[in-house]
Nanobody
Framework: QAQFVESGGGLVQSGGSLRLSCAAS????????MAWYRQAPGKQRELVAS???????NYADSVKGRFTISRDNAKNTVTLQMNSLKPEDTAVYYC??????????WGQGTQVTVSS
């Protein structure tokens, strides 16, 4: 079963940018569709962006045009470039497999805080 470690979060002003990274280990990474999720205080975890093994991408409407997901299969990493950040993007961000049948344990996540 794959394991994931997220990094790159921080505090940024509204309109700023952050780049999140996810390092995968364990089960074979290359065939997995991967995704970034986020969970804001008092809210359920939600899907932010996903990427297939062939690098086709999909985004939640709330982040389209601002976030970009990418992957490097040689390095077993998934990246989320976040631009034009808004206070409503404040959350803990997690990476994991896109489909529940492939999903490993949730990691610690990385905190993203956007100040207004």
């Amino acid at each position: 079963q794959a394991q994931f470690v997220e990094s790159g979060g921080g505090l940024v002003q509204s309109g700023g940018s952050l780049r999140l990274s996810c390092a995968a280990s364990g089960s074979s990474f290359r065939p997995l569709a991967m995704a970034w999720y986020r969970q804001a205080p008092g809210k359920q975890r939600e899907l932010v962006a996903s990427i297939t093994s062939g690098s086709s991408t999909n985004y939640a409407d709330s982040v389209k045009g601002r976030f970009t997901i990418s992957r490097d299969n040689a390095k077993n990493t998934v990246t989320l470039q976040m631009n034009s950040l808004k206070p409503e993007d404040t959350a803990v961000y997690y990476c994991n497999a896109r489909w529940i049948t492939d999903r490993g344990d949730w990691g610690q996540g990385t905190q993203v805080t956007v100040s207004s």
